[in-house]
């Protein structure tokens, strides 16, 4: 606490003749020290990421050991990580990996090639725009998953059904981002190009794709999250190997450790993928410096 004298001489009207001058006002003012606790947490960010899912195991191992989780119901960690373990020794999870992962990226090479050319063509032309852009947004609002029996009508039961659902799945989340981005490039940035004497596609190298770029990556990021989900799917059809076919195997036998370790390598690709473009991200994008939190 402090104490703060201010002249009031300059907001007050003088008082009758030969009163005495009024004194000084004084006012409290309260300082207010930076205590430890208003700054960071000494906490590593790694030790606050990972508490809640060890603890979500932990109460999940629990419950499974006291039998409020029956293992028909729901495997305990423990037993998921042995029925990992044995399966990695027959060799059936690397077997199983592998042919997802080989769906998953040729599914994704169509979906990137096919969205990247139609983004393109409708977000740099009108008459472009004009063809294809009202075709895009309708199928966009089609469910993926409800194109499984037309799929199987025209490619029958084998690997191109799976892969073209993947395609699909990832065509229209990079189509949208990548139009928008492109449509929101300042036409500042391009009248600037024009005014230097960049010809149309030193314009659309140097400035539109570049300016587009970061919304283009948020499209990529959607679209690898809709590719895995589109596999999940893809692989009830008619599978005779892949980690869907794995899982569908262990429902018919009531065995939920295997689903769950099938579910878990979902999300550990899933996630791996995603940190892969993330750090793609960062590099295609370090010219770009973003707010990163608090």
Not at 73 to 100: F, I, K, N, W
Not at 248 to 277: H, K, M, P, S, W
Not at 278 to 286: D, M, P, T
Request: charged share 15%; net charge neutral.
């Amino acid at each position: 606490m402090s104490l703060v004298s201010e002249s009031s001489a300059a907001h007050r009207p003088p008082g009758p003749p030969g009163s005495p001058p009024t004194p000084p006002r004084t006012v409290e003012v309260e300082t207010v020290e930076p205590t430890p606790e208003s700054g960071r947490s000494r906490v590593p960010r790694w030790v606050v990421k990972a508490a809640s899912p060890i603890a979500l195991v932990v109460v999940w191992q629990v419950l499974g050991t006291t039998g409020v989780l029956e293992r028909d119901v729901l495997a305990p960690p423990l037993d998921v990580l042995s029925t990992a373990g044995q399966m990695v020794s027959e060799g059936r999870l690397q077997s199983a990996v592998l042919t997802s992962l080989g769906r998953v990226a040729v599914g994704l090479v169509l979906g990137i090639v096919t969205a990247t050319v139609l983004a393109t063509v409708t977000g740099l032309l009108r008459r472009g725009e004009d063809l294809l852009d009202a075709p895009m947004q309708m199928l966009r609002t089609i469910p993926v998953i409800s194109l499984i029996p037309l799929l199987i009508v025209w490619f029958g039961i084998g690997e191109e059904p799976k892969v073209v659902l993947i395609g699909l799945a990832v065509t229209f989340p990079l189509y949208m981002n990548l139009f928008g981005g492109i449509r929101n490039v300042d036409a500042a940035l391009v009248e600037a190009a024009r005014t230097l004497g960049l010809g149309r596609l030193a314009q659309v190298r140097h400035v539109i794709l570049p300016a587009a770029l970061p919304q283009a990556l948020v499209g990529l990021r959607y679209s690898f999250g809709s590719a895995w989900l589109a596999l999940v799917f893809g692989e009830t059809i008619n599978a005779t190997s892949g980690i869907g076919y794995e899982m569908n195997t262990a429902r018919e036998y009531f065995q939920t450790d295997v689903i769950v370790v099938c579910l878990v390598l979902y999300a550990l690709l899933g996630l791996a993928v995603d940190l892969l473009v993330r750090g793609l991200e960062r590099g295609l994008l370090s010219w770009r410096p973003a707010f990163s939190g608090q």
